[in-house]
Every structure is written in structure tokens, then in C-alpha cells.
């Protein structure tokens, strides 16, 4: 099994900025991406970006250029800047993993979620 775990959500005003981090942990062999989704009430979960292994980043429309993906394969972290925080960014924000974990198997693995606030 894999756990993820958020920290660094919180209450921010527009404009400001907050860094979220997320811990992959457990059978884990190898990690092929990461990222992070958002889903605020009453509306569906959303992509915010994805990093894989290697780097290679994808963003959701609505951050680009605000919002920056970093991987640490070392440590399977993944974090999320966020910068020029908008009232509409504010949701709850869950981490995910794609992952080998050791049997094999190849599954994608989600956080609790971490709440994130934009409001002055």
C-alpha cells in the first residue's frame, strides 16, 4: 500500500502565497508522476498540474504562471508554489501518485485532501 500526505494549506488573501507539500510513503518501487487535483463545493475534482518522474510538467490552464510543480524522487515528494492566489483557487487540494509498488502492481493513490482558503 501507498499513503500520501498534504501539509501547507491554509488561510491566504488574494494575492498572497502558499507552498503545499505532499509524502509518498510504503511499498512503493517506483513513482511515474505525481501531482495534484483540487475540487472545491459542489463542483468536480480538477487537475492542477502533474509532474513525472523526469520532470515533465502539465498545468491546468487556470494556473499557469501562478502555480509551480516540484518533484524530489529521492524522497517521493511533490510539492505545489502557489503564488498570486485567486478567490477562485480556494478548495480543498488532494495529492495523487502513480506508482509501482513493490508486488508490481501499478495504481494511482490519493491524499486526504488539505484545505486551502482565499479570502481577505
Known amino acids: 500500500q501507498v499513503q500520501l500526505v498534504e501539509s501547507g494549506g491554509g488561510l491566504v488573501q488574494p494575492g498572497g502565497s502558499l507552498r503545499l507539500s505532499c509524502v509518498a510513503s510504503g511499498s512503493i518501487f517506483s513513482i511515474n508522476t505525481m501531482g495534484w487535483y483540487r475540487q472545491a463545493p459542489g463542483k468536480q475534482r480538477k487537475l492542477v498540474a502533474t509532474?513525472?518522474?523526469?520532470?515533465?510538467?502539465n498545468y491546468s490552464d487556470s494556473v499557469k504562471g501562478r502555480f509551480t510543480i516540484s518533484i524530489d524522487d529521492a524522497k517521493n515528494t511533490v510539492d505545489l508554489q502557489m503564488n498570486s492566489l485567486k478567490r477562485e483557487d480556494m478548495a480543498v487540494y488532494y495529492c495523487?501518485?502513480?506508482?509501482?509498488?513493490?508486488?508490481?502492481?501499478?495504481?494511482?493513490?490519493w491524499g486526504q485532501g488539505t484545505q486551502v482558503t482565499v479570502s481577505s
Open positions: 509532474i513525472s518522474s523526469g520532470g515533465r510538467t
Open positions: 495523487t501518485a502513480n506508482a509501482v509498488i513493490r508486488s508490481g502492481v501499478i495504481n494511482t493513490y
